[in-house]
C-alpha cells in the first residue's frame, strides 16, 4: 500500500524566502505525482502535474521536481508571498487515478 | 474554478441517520473519485467510478456507497453514519488513462452529532 509523507507539517517563513517543500512516497511505481494548494475550509486547487517518465515541471514562481528511485519530490515556491500561505497536499497516484494523499504542509508567510 | 460541483456545501446529520452527497464533474470527464478529508488530514480514497462502474475501492466499509449516471453525475451515499464520518468529502473528475489531471470540487462538510 502507497504511503505517502510530508514534511514538515507547518512551516512558518518571511516574506520573500525561497521555500522546498517535501513529498516521499513508499512505492515508486506510480503513474504521476501532483501538487495541491487547500486554503482553509476548501477543495483542491492543482498547482502541477509531474508524469513518472519527466523529472520537473514549473509554473510561475512553482518548481517541482520528481526521484522516482529515491521516491521523493520536492515543491520549490520562490519569492514566497502571503497569498501563498495554505496547506500544501502532494499525491502519488499508482492505479489509473487514484491518488494516495499525504496529510499536507501548512505554510505561513509573514508579511 | 475547476467545472466541478458539488452539493450540498455543508450538512448536518444525526448518528445513526443516512446521506446523499452530490457532485457533478466537468464535462467530457467520464471518471470521478471520492475522497473523504478528515480535519488535518490529507484526503482519503473512497471509491472511483469509470462509465458508470465501480472502478476501485479504498478501505472504507459497505455502508459508504456510490453511483455515477451519464450525465457527468455522481452521488455518495453512507448509511448509518457515524461520529467518525464527519469530514470534508471531496469529488474529483477526470478523463481515464495516466497524465491526466484530477479536477476537484469545493467540497461537502457533513458533521455527524
Known amino acids: 500500500k502507497q504511503e505517502v509523507t510530508q514534511i514538515p507539517a507547518a512551516l512558518s517563513v518571511p516574506e520573500g524566502e525561497n521555500l522546498v517543500l517535501n513529498c516521499s512516497f513508499t512505492d515508486s511505481a506510480i503513474y504521476n505525482l501532483q501538487w495541491f494548494r487547500q486554503d482553509p475550509g476548501k477543495g483542491l486547487t492543482s498547482l502541477l502535474l509531474?508524469?513518472?517518465?519527466?523529472r520537473e515541471q514549473t509554473s510561475g514562481r512553482l518548481n517541482a521536481s520528481l526521484d522516482k528511485s529515491s521516491g521523493r519530490s520536492t515543491l520549490y515556491i520562490a519569492a514566497s508571498q502571503p497569498g501563498d500561505s495554505a496547506t500544501y497536499l502532494c499525491?502519488?497516484?499508482?492505479?489509473?487515478?487514484?491518488?494516495?494523499f499525504g496529510s499536507g504542509t501548512k505554510l505561513n508567510v509573514k508579511p | 474554478e475547476t467545472g466541478v460541483t458539488q452539493s450540498p456545501t455543508h450538512l448536518i446529520k444525526t448518528r445513526g441517520q443516512q446521506v446523499t452527497l452530490r457532485c457533478s464533474s466537468q464535462?467530457?470527464?467520464?471518471?470521478v473519485s471520492w475522497y473523504q478529508q478528515a480535519l488535518g488530514q490529507g484526503p482519503q480514497f473512497i471509491f472511483q467510478?469509470?462509465?458508470?462502474?465501480?472502478?476501485g475501492r479504498g478501505n472504507f466499509p459497505p455502508r459508504f456507497s456510490g453511483l455515477q449516471v451519464p450525465n457527468y453525475s455522481s452521488e455518495l451515499n453512507v448509511n448509518a453514519l457515524e461520529l467518525d464520518d464527519s469530514a470534508l468529502y471531496l469529488c474529483?473528475?477526470?478523463?481515464?488513462?495516466?497524465?491526466?489531471?484530477?479536477?476537484f470540487g469545493p467540497g461537502t462538510r457533513l458533521t455527524v452529532t
Open positions: 509531474i508524469q513518472s517518465s519527466q
Open positions: 474529483a473528475s477526470s478523463v481515464s488513462g495516466s497524465s491526466y489531471e484530477q479536477y
Open positions: 467510478y469509470y462509465r458508470e462502474e465501480e472502478n
Open positions: 464535462s467530457g470527464h467520464n471518471t
Open positions: 499525491a502519488a497516484e499508482n492505479n489509473f487515478n487514484k491518488f494516495y
